[in-house]
């Protein structure tokens, strides 16, 4: 297997299926692949396209795996998080209120260290009704433990999917994985996607063992007690050390997929476009790179020297190499989908993310923060070269402007 | 090892203790909690694990049994025990059922049946994980049994009402006053007949009292060995929550069910069976007044006559149902010729 490399292609991209497929039937080939034990399902557009595309793999023998149809977001969750500590792979998923409505179950279940893998369909939050993508109801749990990532094409999708129970089942980490996929964009779009054997995939992945932790008659603990002020400062720092060495486990991960695979990123935590020369860097999340990739080449055509920094992984934050990788711009436009109402500058949360992150750092570029594409608009090319012609000012006047703008809106 | 779909939904085969000399002696809820004098949930625990046995796993809902059981570095439980929130006693169950029998059917854990037992109080069952539960005893294919322990509030958290608190009661949340001497105005929710009504397909719901020990320890038993998803009430007299003197918990059980407040029975594929002084009373025993029993508890103690004579009214009420005592309907009475 590991001799057979022909003309620079590694050995696994021989096996590789194609499917035109989209993001959600990406993660369900994925879970196939993985070999999940318990599922629950709960409809609520856009994520429920994963349940529908897995429901059809169980019908059709592809996957033997208990499917739960609950009834609510909360039982949902709750049902997956007690599977997972008897020893089951479990999968979950929402979207916009539906993930809110299961906020009590996903702020116990990294606190329990339980590695559920789940996918958000990320979607507006209510009121008023819109299916429509915002960040708002993944970012819920970025303080909690529970790792977040974006991604934004179908591949990515599968990928990350097998990469998140490999993270999250690893001991050192036993904390879930949240794959946000932009609702409509990525959930319904679909591509050509390579689907690796599952030869490989075990190669890659290994059974899920719930230690000492596995609650059987075999092992009879009692699991989360009641702890008060005498033990739970120390648990809660332990689940940070958890978060922390996620940095290490991930990077891991990665380099092990690239090997097992041939394919995926050496950076696993943000994906760099035409950044080598930049002189602006626009920062985002998810399918929004479509329009700024498209942008960034018609800029460039005018010689503009303009890069894109598409961030993948939100918690662990990658802090050191975001910060050198943003530090030598001269201006970085942050376009946020997602909204933090009477946060600092009224940025989103990405933009006081980065600046959080730039405190530090030697060289701080002017940073502009911008609001875009709320509710699943649409992000045009003329938005994308609004905030870098910004940029350039800023570049030159070497000052960030503080307020946040709000792009595309009617006024 | 082959696993086949019938052997992942076997249950453990568990005969009822033919008399209280017959129990085992083994405890699987022992010393390690610290719950007030006289409280009979706490014996609840005790007798619902020792019917069930060491292969059991119990996940306890938020509440009573779980704050003043498990305080980290004791632990009363010999069997494995994971807390699981207020509203989920219903998904513990089912989520531990699914998993454990997923692993099975794949051949990644020893094929076995193992009992799975969820319990919640009245607020984690009768209010908030009613949902839940509901949807737990559709799902037949998965072995469980969840078991309320109804000590008629929230009592852990200071005695509020709850769904479950009988009309007129002294809560916290409903202290009698000057202006309104009832501040709690509802009647008590009749969980077990509901869930017996409502769920064609759990075939067992039961009610349970401690002051019945062995009635109680036999109804788990079977809740255990009869296969998919089961039911259990248990009334459990709080003499904090219902202040009264602690020594007083089983008298108050026995009133309770001799005033036909709290009827003892099962349903089993849809059959009711009444039980001891319930089964008396349904053939033609009298009841005992139910002042009997309210004047022993400091939370009734604002009653006047008129409230006792409601209370009276709407338990006689409860005798004049189709299925006396458990399901709330009553035929249409036949048109005169």
């Known amino acids: 297997m ?71 977001e909360h039982s949902q969750f709750e049902i997956v998080k007690h599977a997972s500590t008897v020893g089951a792979r479990v999968f979950c998923g929402s979207s916009g209120v539906g993930w809110a409505y299961a906020m009590e179950c996903l702020v116990v279940t990294p606190a329990l260290r339980v590695p559920m893998v789940a996918m958000v369909g990320n979607r507006a939050l209510d009121d008023p009704g819109a ?21 934004d094409s179908s591949q990515e999708a599968l990928d990350t999917t097998l990469i998140a129970y490999r993270v999250a089942e690893d001991r050192r980490i036993f904390l879930p994985i949240a794959i946000s996929a932009d ?20 190669k ?4 899920y063992n719930r230690g000492d932790l596995q609650l059987h008659p075999d092992n009879p603990i009692t699991v989360a007690p009641q702890v008060n002020e005498d033990w739970v400062i120390e648990i809660r720092r332990q689940n940070n050390a958890a978060t922390e060495r996620a940095y290490t486990v991930i990077e891991e991960a990665y380099a092990d997929f690239r090997k097992v695979f041939g394919r995926g990123p050496e950076n696993p935590w943000f994906e760099e476009y035409m950044t080598e020369d930049a002189e602006i860097i626009l920062i985002g999340m998810g399918t929004i790179s479509l329009p700024l990739k498209v942008a960034i080449r018609n800029m460039r055509a005018q010689g503009k020297k303009v890069g894109l920094v598409r961030l993948r992984w939100f918690r662990p ?70 905030v870098t012609d910004l940029c350039f000012n800023a570049a030159k006047t070497g000052k960030s402007e503080t307020k946040t703008r709000w792009l595309g809106v009617r006024e | ?140 294919e998965y072995n469980s049994l969840i078991l309320l322990y109804d000590n008629e509030s929230y009592a852990n958290t200071d005695i509020q009402v709850s769904g479950s608190t009988p009309y007129g009661a002294h809560t916290t949340f409903s202290p009698p006053g000057k202006a309104r001497r009832i501040m709690h105005t509802r009647w ?29 320890m036999n109804k788990v038993r079977k809740a255990l060995s009869i296969g998919g998803p089961t039911f259990i009430h248990s009334l459990d007299p709080c003499p904090k ?79 004049t149902w189709e299925i006396p005592a458990v399901a709330a309907f009553r035929k249409e009475p036949k048109a005169k010729a």
């Not at chain 2, 009749?190 to 009610?207: K, Q």
């Not at chain 2, 026995?254 to 407040?261: T, V």
């Open chain 1, 2 to 72: 590991t001799t057979a490399t022909r003309a620079g292609q590694a050995p696994a991209a021989l096996e590789d299926k194609e499917m035109l497929i989209s993001g959600s039937e990406a993660i369900a080939e994925a879970l196939t692949l993985a070999d999940i034990d318990v599922v629950t399902a709960y409809p609520i557009r856009p994520y429920d396209t994963v349940m529908q595309a897995i429901a059809k793999k169980i019908a059709n023998g592809q996957l033997v795996a208990e499917y739960i149809v609950a009834e609510g």
């Open chain 1, 131 to 151: 299916f429509g993508v915002e960040h708002n109801d993944a970012l819920f749990v970025r303080d909690l433990g529970w790792l977040l990532c974006w991604i």
């Open chain 1, 183 to 202: 609702g409509a964009f990525l959930t319904h779009s679909q591509a050509i996607t390579k689907v690796p054997s599952k030869s490989l995939v075990d």
């Open chain 1, 204 to 207: 890659f992945l290994p059974p």
């Open chain 1, 317 to 386: 934050f990658p802090t050191e190499k975001l910060v050198a990788a943003l530090s030598k711009a001269k201006a970085i436009g942050v376009i946020d989908r997602d909204y933090s109402f009477g946060s600092p500058f009224g940025s989103g949360v990405v933009a006081n993310e980065i600046r959080a992150a730039m405190y530090n750092a030697d060289r701080r570029p002017p940073l502009l923060s911008f609001i875009c594409g709320l509710g699943g608009r649409e992000v045009m090319l003329e938005d994308v070269y609004q």
């Open chain 2, 1 to 140: 090892m082959a696993e086949t779909t019938t052997s992942t939904n076997a249950t453990q085969v568990l005969e009822p203790f033919k008399g209280v000399k017959k129990v085992t002696i083994e405890e699987y809820f022992s010393s390690g909690h610290r719950t007030c004098q006289g409280c009979e949930s706490a014996l609840v625990m005790k007798l619902m694990v020792k019917a069930a046995g060491p292969r059991t796993i119990v996940l306890g809902s938020t509440g009573c049994m779980y704050v003043a059981n498990t305080t980290y570095y004791t632990t009363p439980w010999v069997v494995p025990w994971m807390h699981t929130q207020l509203g989920s006693s219903g998904s513990a169950a089912l989520g531990t059922a699914a998993g454990l029998k997923a692993l099975m059917k794949k051949g990644k854990m020893k094929a076995e049946p193992i009992n799975v037992i969820a319990f919640c109080g009245d607020g984690g069952g009768a209010d908030m994980g009613l949902g839940a539960i509901s949807a737990t005893l559709t799902h037949k």
């Open chain 2, 188 to 216: 008590k929710k009749n969980t077990a007949g509901m869930l017996a009504a409502g769920h064609p397909e759990c075939r067992y719901v039961a009610t349970v009292c401690a002051s019945y020990a062995v009635e109680m």
């Open chain 2, 241 to 319: 929550g219902w202040d009264y003197d602690p020594m007083l918990s089983h008298e108050l059980g026995e009133l309770a069910i001799e005033c036909g407040i709290f009827p003892l029975y099962e349903v089993e594929d849809g059959v009711v069976k009444y039980y001891g002084k319930t089964k008396a009373i349904v053939e033609g025993r009298p009841r005992k007044p139910v002042r009997e029993y309210l004047l022993k508890q400091g939370r009734f103690a604002h009653f006047t006559e008129e409230d006792l004579t409601y209370f009276q009214a709407k338990v006689d009420e409860m005798w």
